[in-house]
Protein backbone atom coordinates (compact mmCIF):
# COMPACT_ATOMS: atom_id res chain seq x y z
CA UNK A 1 0.00 0.00 0.00
CA UNK A 2 1.44 3.22 -0.97
CA UNK A 3 0.60 6.95 0.16
CA UNK A 4 -0.25 10.06 -1.26
CA UNK A 5 1.96 12.58 0.50
CA UNK A 6 1.69 16.63 -0.50
CA UNK A 7 3.28 19.40 1.15
CA UNK A 8 3.47 23.01 0.99
CA UNK A 9 5.02 26.02 3.95
CA UNK A 10 3.09 27.44 5.83
CA UNK A 11 1.28 26.28 8.95
CA UNK A 12 -1.61 23.85 9.33
CA UNK A 13 -3.48 22.00 11.51
CA UNK A 14 -3.89 18.26 11.47
CA UNK A 15 -7.47 16.60 10.93
CA UNK A 16 -7.84 13.20 9.97
CA UNK A 17 -10.37 11.92 8.32
CA UNK A 18 -11.12 8.00 8.86
CA UNK A 19 -12.37 6.60 6.23
CA UNK A 20 -14.01 3.02 4.86
CA UNK A 21 -12.42 2.62 2.04
CA UNK A 22 -8.29 2.15 1.27
CA UNK A 23 -6.94 4.80 -1.21
CA UNK A 24 -5.46 3.64 -4.33
CA UNK A 25 -2.02 3.23 -4.55
CA UNK A 26 0.68 6.02 -6.07
CA UNK A 27 4.22 6.65 -5.79
CA UNK A 28 4.83 8.53 -2.58
CA UNK A 29 7.49 11.50 -3.22
CA UNK A 30 10.27 13.13 -1.35
CA UNK A 31 8.92 16.27 0.65
CA UNK A 32 10.27 19.13 2.28
CA UNK A 33 11.57 19.42 6.03
CA UNK A 34 12.00 21.94 8.22
CA UNK A 35 8.61 24.60 8.46
CA UNK A 36 7.36 22.42 5.40
CA UNK A 37 3.42 21.23 6.17
CA UNK A 38 3.44 17.63 4.52
CA UNK A 39 -0.15 16.20 3.88
CA UNK A 40 -0.20 12.23 4.01
CA UNK A 41 -2.97 10.42 2.55
CA UNK A 42 -3.63 6.85 3.80
CA UNK A 43 -5.98 3.96 4.50
CA UNK A 44 -7.73 5.41 7.48
CA UNK A 45 -8.02 9.11 6.22
CA UNK A 46 -5.52 12.31 5.79
CA UNK A 47 -2.81 13.30 8.47
CA UNK A 48 -1.15 16.71 8.44
CA UNK A 49 2.01 17.15 9.94
CA UNK A 50 4.25 20.48 10.10
CA UNK A 51 7.88 20.62 10.10
CA UNK A 52 10.02 17.35 10.89
CA UNK A 53 8.65 14.77 13.53
CA UNK A 54 11.13 14.20 16.19
CA UNK A 55 9.40 12.44 18.88
CA UNK A 56 7.56 8.96 17.24
CA UNK A 57 5.83 6.37 18.98
CA UNK A 58 5.76 3.40 16.75
CA UNK A 59 2.96 0.61 17.28
CA UNK A 60 4.04 -2.09 15.25
CA UNK A 61 7.61 -4.22 15.37
CA UNK A 62 8.20 -3.48 11.70
CA UNK A 63 7.98 0.81 11.70
CA UNK A 64 10.33 0.53 15.09
CA UNK A 65 12.64 -1.27 12.89
CA UNK A 66 12.23 1.48 9.91
CA UNK A 67 12.88 4.22 12.27
CA UNK A 68 15.71 2.98 13.80
CA UNK A 69 17.28 2.27 10.57
CA UNK A 70 16.84 5.79 10.01
CA UNK A 71 18.95 6.68 12.72
CA UNK A 72 15.98 7.89 15.08
CA UNK A 73 15.02 6.18 18.44
CA UNK A 74 11.52 6.25 18.89
CA UNK A 75 10.17 8.05 22.23
CA UNK A 76 7.62 5.11 22.85
CA UNK A 77 7.12 1.55 20.92
CA UNK A 78 4.59 -1.24 21.76
CA UNK A 79 5.31 -4.66 23.86
CA UNK A 80 9.29 -3.93 24.22
CA UNK A 81 10.03 -7.19 25.01
CA UNK A 82 8.68 -8.96 21.75
CA UNK A 83 10.58 -6.86 19.92
CA UNK A 84 13.82 -7.09 21.50
CA UNK A 85 13.07 -11.39 21.03
CA UNK A 86 11.76 -11.08 17.54
CA UNK A 87 13.71 -8.55 15.62
CA UNK A 88 17.20 -9.37 15.82
CA UNK A 89 19.08 -6.25 13.75
CA UNK A 90 21.17 -3.38 14.75
CA UNK A 91 20.67 -0.81 15.86
CA UNK A 92 19.01 -1.92 18.91
CA UNK A 93 15.94 -0.40 20.59
CA UNK A 94 17.56 1.99 23.28
CA UNK A 95 16.56 1.26 26.71
CA UNK A 96 15.30 4.68 27.51
CA UNK A 97 12.45 3.72 24.91
CA UNK A 98 9.21 3.64 26.38
CA UNK A 99 6.97 0.82 26.24
CA UNK A 100 3.54 1.42 25.34
CA UNK A 101 1.58 -1.48 25.94
CA UNK A 102 0.04 -3.90 23.52
CA UNK A 103 0.12 -3.58 19.88
CA UNK A 104 -3.02 -4.92 19.96
CA UNK A 105 -4.03 -2.66 22.94
CA UNK A 106 -1.09 0.27 23.67
CA UNK A 107 -1.68 2.32 26.72
CA UNK A 108 -3.22 5.80 25.61
CA UNK A 109 -2.58 7.52 28.28
CA UNK A 110 1.65 6.35 28.74
CA UNK A 111 1.49 7.59 24.69
CA UNK A 112 -0.36 10.61 25.52
CA UNK A 113 2.27 11.12 28.47
CA UNK A 114 5.30 11.40 25.84
CA UNK A 115 3.94 14.12 23.74
CA UNK A 116 4.50 12.41 20.51
CA UNK A 117 4.82 14.60 17.02
CA UNK A 118 4.08 12.09 14.83
CA UNK A 119 2.33 8.15 15.58
CA UNK A 120 2.94 5.36 13.25
CA UNK A 121 0.64 2.42 13.49
CA UNK A 122 -0.95 -0.34 10.77
CA UNK A 123 -4.77 -0.93 9.57
CA UNK A 124 -4.62 -4.62 11.67
CA UNK A 125 -4.18 -2.83 14.76
CA UNK A 126 -5.99 0.57 14.21
CA UNK A 127 -9.35 0.23 12.94
CA UNK A 128 -10.50 0.68 16.56
CA UNK A 129 -8.22 3.57 18.30
CA UNK A 130 -7.72 5.54 15.47
CA UNK A 131 -9.21 8.46 16.35
CA UNK A 132 -7.96 8.24 19.76
CA UNK A 133 -4.42 8.15 18.67
CA UNK A 134 -5.39 10.80 16.20
CA UNK A 135 -6.42 13.29 19.16
CA UNK A 136 -2.90 12.98 20.82
CA UNK A 137 -0.56 13.45 17.48
CA UNK A 138 -0.50 13.46 13.98
CA UNK A 139 -1.19 9.58 13.48
CA UNK A 140 -0.36 7.38 9.77
CA UNK A 141 -1.47 4.32 9.18
CA UNK A 142 0.12 1.56 6.85
CA UNK A 143 -1.30 -1.75 5.13
CA UNK A 144 0.94 -4.08 6.55
CA UNK A 145 -0.96 -6.77 4.55
CA UNK A 146 -1.35 -5.79 0.72
CA UNK A 147 -4.62 -7.42 -0.75
CA UNK A 148 -4.60 -9.55 -3.67
CA UNK A 149 -3.55 -7.44 -6.84
CA UNK A 150 -1.91 -4.78 -4.88
CA UNK A 151 1.71 -6.14 -4.48
CA UNK A 152 3.62 -8.36 -2.52
CA UNK A 153 4.90 -7.86 1.07
CA UNK A 154 8.30 -7.10 0.22
CA UNK A 155 7.13 -4.29 -2.09
CA UNK A 156 4.75 -2.57 0.80
CA UNK A 157 7.79 -2.85 3.59
CA UNK A 158 9.68 -0.71 0.99
CA UNK A 159 7.34 1.81 0.07
CA UNK A 160 5.97 1.93 3.94
CA UNK A 161 10.12 2.60 4.59
CA UNK A 162 10.25 4.89 2.26
CA UNK A 163 7.31 6.51 3.24
CA UNK A 164 8.54 7.10 6.71
CA UNK A 165 11.99 8.55 5.75
CA UNK A 166 10.07 11.54 3.68
CA UNK A 167 8.04 12.19 6.71
CA UNK A 168 11.02 12.22 9.10
CA UNK A 169 13.24 14.02 6.65
CA UNK A 170 15.67 11.33 6.61
CA UNK A 171 15.58 10.46 2.21
CA UNK A 172 18.88 10.26 2.39
CA UNK A 173 19.24 8.01 5.11
CA UNK A 174 16.81 5.45 3.80
CA UNK A 175 17.94 6.28 0.01
CA UNK A 176 21.33 4.64 1.43
CA UNK A 177 19.73 1.85 3.85
CA UNK A 178 17.55 0.36 0.47
CA UNK A 179 21.31 0.82 -1.62
CA UNK A 180 22.59 -1.58 1.52
CA UNK A 181 19.67 -3.95 0.69
CA UNK A 182 20.51 -4.07 -2.68
CA UNK A 183 24.28 -4.48 -2.23
CA UNK A 184 23.65 -7.60 0.11
CA UNK A 185 21.06 -9.02 -1.76
CA UNK A 186 23.71 -8.59 -4.92
CA UNK A 187 26.70 -10.38 -2.40
CA UNK A 188 24.58 -13.36 -1.15
CA UNK A 189 22.92 -13.84 -4.71
CA UNK A 190 26.96 -14.30 -5.69
CA UNK A 191 27.40 -16.13 -3.38
CA UNK A 192 25.00 -18.63 -3.96
CA UNK A 193 25.78 -18.94 -7.54
CA UNK A 194 29.71 -19.74 -6.40
CA UNK A 195 28.53 -22.75 -4.72
CA UNK A 196 25.92 -23.81 -7.74
CA UNK A 197 23.01 -22.91 -5.82
CA UNK A 198 21.75 -19.93 -7.45
CA UNK A 199 18.28 -21.38 -8.88
CA UNK A 200 17.66 -23.74 -6.41
CA UNK A 201 14.09 -24.73 -5.81
CA UNK A 202 12.86 -24.77 -1.65
CA UNK A 203 10.02 -24.53 0.40
CA UNK A 204 9.76 -22.14 3.59
CA UNK A 205 7.84 -23.39 7.03
CA UNK A 206 7.25 -21.81 9.96
CA UNK A 207 5.88 -24.90 12.33
CA UNK A 208 4.77 -25.23 16.04
CA UNK A 209 2.48 -27.65 18.18
CA UNK A 210 -1.30 -27.62 17.98
CA UNK A 211 -3.16 -29.73 20.21
CA UNK A 212 0.23 -32.08 19.62
CA UNK A 213 -0.90 -31.32 16.18
CA UNK A 214 2.30 -29.96 14.01
CA UNK A 215 1.03 -27.19 12.15
CA UNK A 216 3.28 -25.90 9.12
CA UNK A 217 2.68 -22.55 7.93
CA UNK A 218 4.11 -22.51 4.11
CA UNK A 219 5.24 -19.52 3.12
CA UNK A 220 3.44 -18.71 -0.14
CA UNK A 221 4.86 -16.21 -2.74
CA UNK A 222 3.43 -12.91 -2.17
CA UNK A 223 5.03 -12.84 1.80
CA UNK A 224 8.38 -10.90 1.91
CA UNK A 225 10.43 -14.02 3.06
CA UNK A 226 9.52 -15.71 -0.18
CA UNK A 227 10.22 -12.45 -1.85
CA UNK A 228 13.64 -12.19 -0.18
CA UNK A 229 14.59 -15.40 -1.23
CA UNK A 230 13.17 -15.15 -4.90
CA UNK A 231 15.49 -12.07 -4.82
CA UNK A 232 18.26 -13.57 -3.99
CA UNK A 233 18.08 -15.97 -7.04
CA UNK A 234 16.14 -18.77 -5.31
CA UNK A 235 12.49 -20.29 -6.33
CA UNK A 236 9.75 -21.34 -4.22
CA UNK A 237 7.82 -24.43 -5.41
CA UNK A 238 5.15 -24.08 -2.78
CA UNK A 239 1.94 -23.02 -4.77
CA UNK A 240 -0.94 -22.27 -2.33
CA UNK A 241 -5.16 -23.11 -3.80
CA UNK A 242 -6.21 -19.74 -3.12
CA UNK A 243 -4.62 -16.17 -2.11
CA UNK A 244 -3.25 -16.14 1.45
CA UNK A 245 -3.73 -12.02 2.86
CA UNK A 246 -0.89 -12.78 5.36
CA UNK A 247 1.92 -14.51 3.11
CA UNK A 248 1.14 -18.32 4.40
CA UNK A 249 -1.09 -21.50 4.38
CA UNK A 250 -1.84 -23.68 7.29
CA UNK A 251 -1.14 -27.02 6.35
CA UNK A 252 -0.04 -30.84 8.25
CA UNK A 253 2.95 -33.04 6.74
CA UNK A 254 0.15 -34.42 4.44
CA UNK A 255 1.21 -31.03 1.91
CA UNK A 256 4.83 -31.96 1.81
CA UNK A 257 5.47 -34.61 -0.82
CA UNK A 258 3.93 -31.77 -3.30
CA UNK A 259 7.53 -30.06 -2.00
CA UNK A 260 9.79 -32.97 -1.70
CA UNK A 261 11.94 -32.63 -4.01
CA UNK A 262 13.20 -28.90 -3.18
CA UNK A 263 15.28 -27.55 -0.50
CA UNK A 264 13.31 -27.57 2.67
CA UNK A 265 13.54 -24.56 5.43
CA UNK A 266 11.87 -24.62 8.40
CA UNK A 267 11.52 -22.11 11.48
CA UNK A 268 11.15 -23.99 15.07
CA UNK A 269 11.22 -22.95 18.79
CA UNK A 270 13.98 -25.23 19.84
CA UNK A 271 11.64 -26.49 22.80
CA UNK A 272 8.46 -26.88 20.34
CA UNK A 273 10.51 -28.77 17.81
CA UNK A 274 7.99 -31.23 15.86
CA UNK A 275 10.02 -32.82 13.51
CA UNK A 276 11.87 -34.21 16.15
CA UNK A 277 8.54 -34.42 18.76
CA UNK A 278 5.50 -35.29 16.72
CA UNK A 279 6.89 -35.98 13.15
CA UNK A 280 9.41 -37.74 14.11
CA UNK A 281 8.33 -41.12 13.23
CA UNK A 282 5.99 -40.02 10.99
CA UNK A 283 6.05 -42.41 8.01
CA UNK A 284 5.04 -39.55 5.58
CA UNK A 285 8.06 -37.54 7.34
CA UNK A 286 10.20 -40.25 6.95
CA UNK A 287 9.54 -40.56 2.99
CA UNK A 288 9.86 -37.41 1.88
CA UNK A 289 12.88 -37.04 -0.40
CA UNK A 290 14.51 -33.92 1.41
CA UNK A 291 14.47 -35.93 4.50
CA UNK A 292 16.48 -38.87 2.52
CA UNK A 293 19.01 -36.74 1.33
CA UNK A 294 19.49 -34.45 4.25
CA UNK A 295 18.25 -31.05 2.43
CA UNK A 296 16.58 -29.81 5.36
CA UNK A 297 17.61 -27.09 6.50
CA UNK A 298 16.65 -25.59 10.03
CA UNK A 299 16.59 -21.55 10.96
CA UNK A 300 16.71 -19.85 14.53
CA UNK A 301 13.16 -19.97 15.99
CA UNK A 302 13.33 -16.50 16.59
CA UNK A 303 13.66 -15.98 12.88
CA UNK A 304 11.52 -13.16 12.10
CA UNK A 305 9.56 -12.90 9.09
CA UNK A 306 7.13 -9.87 8.96
CA UNK A 307 9.81 -7.01 9.25
CA UNK A 308 11.81 -4.21 7.63
CA UNK A 309 14.98 -3.83 5.48
CA UNK A 310 17.61 -4.58 8.13
CA UNK A 311 15.51 -7.73 8.91
CA UNK A 312 15.24 -8.37 5.05
CA UNK A 313 19.36 -8.10 4.83
CA UNK A 314 19.77 -10.81 8.17
CA UNK A 315 17.18 -13.66 6.37
CA UNK A 316 18.67 -13.11 3.46
CA UNK A 317 21.96 -14.29 4.76
CA UNK A 318 20.96 -16.46 7.69
CA UNK A 319 19.64 -18.45 4.57
CA UNK A 320 22.25 -18.94 1.66
CA UNK A 321 24.70 -19.36 4.97
CA UNK A 322 22.53 -22.05 5.84
CA UNK A 323 22.16 -23.62 2.28
CA UNK A 324 25.92 -22.95 1.22
CA UNK A 325 27.64 -24.31 4.74
Known amino acids: MLLFITAACGTSTSSPTPTSSVQPAAS ?41 ALGIQPVGQADTKGYNTWVNVKPALDASVVDVGTRQEPNLETITGLKPDLIITSTLRSSKNYEALSKIAPTIVFESYPAEGKGDQFEGMLTTFKTIADVTGKKAEGDKVVADLDKAFAD ?19 AYSNQNNADLRMFTDNSMVVQ ?33 NANFFYIV ?15 VWKGL ?25 VFAELTATALTK
Open 289 to 313: AFVKENKTFKLPGNTWTFGGPLSAK
Open 28 to 68: AVATPVGDAVKTITHPLGTTTIKGTPKRIVTLEWAYTEDVL
Open 188 to 206: TKTKLATAKKDGAEFALTQ
Open 269 to 283: QDNDNVFEKQLKDNA
Open 228 to 260: ILQRIGLKNVFKSSKFELYGFSTASVEALPAVQ
